[in-house]
């Protein structure tokens, strides 16, 4: 098992106010105490921004970079050309940093995660052809793509994982967390993505709350401040049935340990007891 870790575990995220930002040495150093050798590189400014200081950050800890959670807003034709701007120079960095991969998430035009719309049909083809230019940009630069379907962005819900993959080749990052969140069964769409499941987030959620922010009694950032997301195998993303499945059609690639957090207060020394749990969970069951 080809087993990464991410920032947000630790509560690093790029939604501004999300909570306390922990510093890198915090973090990868609790990566490399959890036998984690590879990592997501978080959202831009956590790691340096010169790509060969970040190798050389990581490489003291015997750490690796894999790919890194992009943004872009793709639907609305006036906006392209900035994003994709923006998605360039992610990429450049990603690649510079030894990264395989731009995990793409197609963003709607706010801040954060809490908002939600439905896409019109002419949004949805310039949406896809939005993800088409991403692709060119990441392959210029030697990386591939995994689209990833991710609460409050146009790919959120079970019909739009399936309109994704029905009008598109593109691979799909598995986020088990995100998928069960906006209603759809994660087994079965690691079934019917099957070989272009590319890339996998690992993070598992509480039922109850998940269909309290599907419903909009509940805020997004709240949910998560309340513990929406669960250390694996404590929630309802049927992580085991997925890893089996995922073995099964001979998944060889990242399984990241991603469990979005807020913090309000600096976690205990060593690695926090959330993601120590998810770790022993993966290993023994991936």
Avoid at 176 to 202: C, F, K, N, Q, S
Wanted: proline share 6%; aromatic share 6%; with cysteine.
């Amino acid at each position: 098992m080809k087993l990464a870790a991410a920032p947000i575990s630790w509560g690093v995220c790029e939604v501004p106010d999300w909570g306390l930002q922990l510093a890198p040495a915090r973090v990868l150093d609790d990566m490399r105490a959890l036998g984690v050798h590879s990592t997501e590189a978080g959202p831009p400014g956590f790691l340096p921004a010169d790509p060969a200081a970040a190798r050389r950050l990581l490489d003291a800890r015997g750490l690796r970079l894999i790919g890194g959670f992009v943004t872009a807003v793709l639907h609305e034709s006036g906006r392209r050309k900035d994003e994709l701007a923006s998605v360039k120079r992610q990429a450049e960095w990603l690649a510079a940093g030894g990264s395989e991969l731009v995990v793409l998430a197609p963003a709607l035009a706010q801040t954060g995660y809490s908002g939600a719309a439905e896409l019109a049909d002419g949004d949805w083809r310039q949406l896809f052809e939005g993800i088409d230019r991403v692709v060119e940009i990441a392959d210029a630069s030697g990386l591939s793509v995994a689209v990833h379907p991710h609460w409050g962005t146009a790919i959120e819900r079970p019909n739009h994982i399936e309109r994704f993959l029905e009008a598109t080749r593109h691979a799909l990052c598995l986020d088990t967390g995100h998928i069960a969140l906006g209603g759809a069964d994660p087994l079965e769409v690691a079934r019917d993505a099957g070989a272009r499941v590319r890339h996998v987030h690992l993070k598992d959620v509480d039922g109850a709350l998940a269909a309290r922010v599907r419903d909009g009694s509940v805020s997004y950032n709240d949910a998560v401040r309340d513990g929406l997301f669960r250390p694996l195998g404590e929630g309802v993303a049927r992580i085991a049935d997925v890893l089996r499945e995922l073995g099964k059609t001979g998944y060889a690639g990242w399984y990241v340990l991603e469990q979005d957090v807020m913090l309000d207060r600096e976690p205990a020394p060593g690695p926090p007891e959330w993601i120590a749990r998810s770790a022993a969970y993966a290993r023994k069951h991936g």
